[in-house]
């Protein structure tokens, strides 16, 4: 996916599957009604009503989460699902980078000793989503080989 979202029906997709698809959806900026700016917002709920989007929820670049009603956004610019290695948000960056090492630890520690294919692809995904950059940094090693540059192939 890893583009360019058209709305709140996109943002949804990309929240709904994070776990499947990885990254989060991100903005260049939003700026509500009432006349507030946030810069590089990173979507965390769509709030659906009786088929209706009712709100959504965001975590700025300052670290400040807003809930807003669909009717207070005048303007989104610049909406993107990106890799967690891509975010401009560096709040969220820096939680999500946490969180998601956190979980491949774990899946390593779940699978010691057993390389199935299910958890490998699991493990890859993960780490294309942090970086290799970020595993070697946090010096955390996978139980197989991993390429400095992991390309996303669809199969």
């Not at 009604?33 to 590089?40: D, H, I, P």
């Amino acid at each position: 996916m890893f583009n360019m979202l058209y709305g709140l029906k996109d943002i949804h997709t990309v929240i709904s599957n994070h776990r499947k698809i990885g990254g989060a959806a991100e903005a260049d900026s939003i700026r509500l009604s009432s006349g507030e700016t946030y810069l590089n917002p990173v979507f965390t709920n769509v709030d659906i009503s009786k088929g209706y989007y009712v709100s959504v929820g965001f975590i700025d670049q300052d670290g400040a989460n807003v809930i807003a009603h669909v009717d207070q956004i005048a303007v989104i610019k610049g909406l993107q699902h990106k890799l967690i290695c891509q975010l401009n948000n560096t709040y969220i960056k820096q939680y999500l980078l946490h969180d998601t090492l956190k979980y491949l630890q774990k899946l390593c520690e779940v699978n010691n000793g057993f390389v199935t294919s299910s958890f490998k692809k699991e493990a890859l995904k993960l780490v294309r989503d942090i970086s290799v950059k970020e595993l070697k940094n946090h010096n955390i090693s996978l139980p197989f080989p991993v390429e400095d540059k992991l390309v996303q192939l669809f199969a």
